[in-house]
């Protein structure tokens, strides 16, 4: 990081520490399949989690775009991501936790973390995410152990894999949302940047963290 960047960083900083507004609770940020099997595409999600970590940032949700990626390239991805995370998840403890999704919305990997909690979803998006907390809740009416006047929205929030509401959305290097979290992201702030993910930096986060600050979160009104 040259003195420029690093003096730029301190700025930013300051200013969001300095800010009456809290940093964003929850954070979720939205990327494509080429984004993550770029050469450093790892490595990128590996410094993106330690900045949000260090920004006190308490719920990081990160959404892999594969919908034109076919089923074995998303089951590549979802391995890799496992492995990834595996290997370095010992040095994270017992700061960071995970959670890793693949497209069907299997649980494929989890690990404890008191500070931190982050979650990955490959291919997994809101439609269907709703889509199986609302036949969940079916079968149970079928089976007699609920009644369908038993149905409001706390109980499909039940259902849900995600179950924190994304104080803001970050989408990289584009200008379309997916599906991702379409139930809890209902009155989340939208951030587009047109900064590629292999080329993100810190100072590029605290910038979006700093826009959010200035914001008035009018959540629907």
């Given at each position: 990081?040259?003195?420029?960047?690093?003096?730029?960083?301190?700025?930013?900083?300051?200013?969001?520490?300095?800010?009456s507004?809290?940093?964003?609770?929850h954070?979720?940020?939205?990327?494509s399949?080429k984004?993550?099997?770029?050469?450093?595409?790892?490595?990128?999600?590996?410094e993106?989690?330690?900045?949000?970590c260090?920004?006190d940032?308490?719920v990081?949700?990160?959404?892999?775009?594969?919908?034109?990626?076919?089923?074995?390239?998303?089951?590549?991805?979802v391995?890799?991501?496992?492995?990834?995370?595996g290997?370095?998840?010992?040095?994270?403890?017992?700061k960071?936790?995970?959670?890793?999704?693949?497209?069907?919305?299997?649980?494929?990997?989890?690990g404890?973390?008191?500070?931190?909690?982050?979650?990955?979803s490959?291919?997994?998006?809101?439609?269907?995410e709703?889509t199986?907390?609302v036949?969940?809740?079916?079968?149970?009416?079928?089976d007699?152990?609920m009644?369908?006047?038993?149905?409001f929205e706390?109980?499909?929030?039940?259902?849900?894999?995600?179950?924190?509401?994304?104080?803001?959305?970050?989408r990289?290097?584009?200008?379309?949302?997916?599906d991702?979290?379409i139930?809890?992201?209902?009155y989340?702030?939208?951030?587009?940047?047109?900064?590629?993910?292999?080329?993100?930096?810190?100072?590029?986060?605290?910038?979006i963290?700093?826009?959010?600050?200035?914001?008035?979160?009018?959540?629907g009104?």
């Amino acid at each position: 990081m040259n003195i420029i960047n690093s003096l730029y960083e301190n700025y930013l900083l300051n200013q969001i520490s300095d800010s009456s507004v809290d940093v964003p609770e929850h954070v979720s940020l939205v990327l494509s399949e080429k984004d993550l099997s770029h050469p450093n595409g790892f490595l990128k999600l590996k410094e993106y989690i330690y900045w949000c970590c260090q920004l006190d940032i308490r719920v990081a949700s990160i959404y892999v775009d594969v919908l034109d990626a076919e089923e074995s390239l998303r089951s590549e991805m979802v391995e890799r991501l496992v492995k990834k995370l595996g290997d370095f998840l010992p040095k994270l403890a017992p700061k960071i936790g995970f959670e890793v999704y693949s497209d069907d919305g299997e649980l494929r990997f989890k690990g404890e973390g008191m500070k931190m909690l982050v979650y990955v979803s490959v291919g997994f998006g809101g439609r269907k995410e709703v889509t199986k907390a609302v036949l969940s809740i079916l079968s149970d009416v079928r089976d007699g152990k609920m009644s369908s006047s038993d149905i409001f929205e706390e109980t499909i929030e039940s259902r849900l894999k995600v179950k924190h509401e994304p104080d803001i959305f970050i989408r990289s290097g584009g200008r379309h949302l997916s599906d991702f979290l379409i139930w809890q992201a209902v009155y989340s702030e939208l951030y587009f940047t047109d900064v590629n993910w292999h080329n993100m930096r810190k100072l590029d986060l605290l910038r979006i963290i700093r826009d959010f600050q200035k914001r008035q979160r009018r959540f629907g009104k």
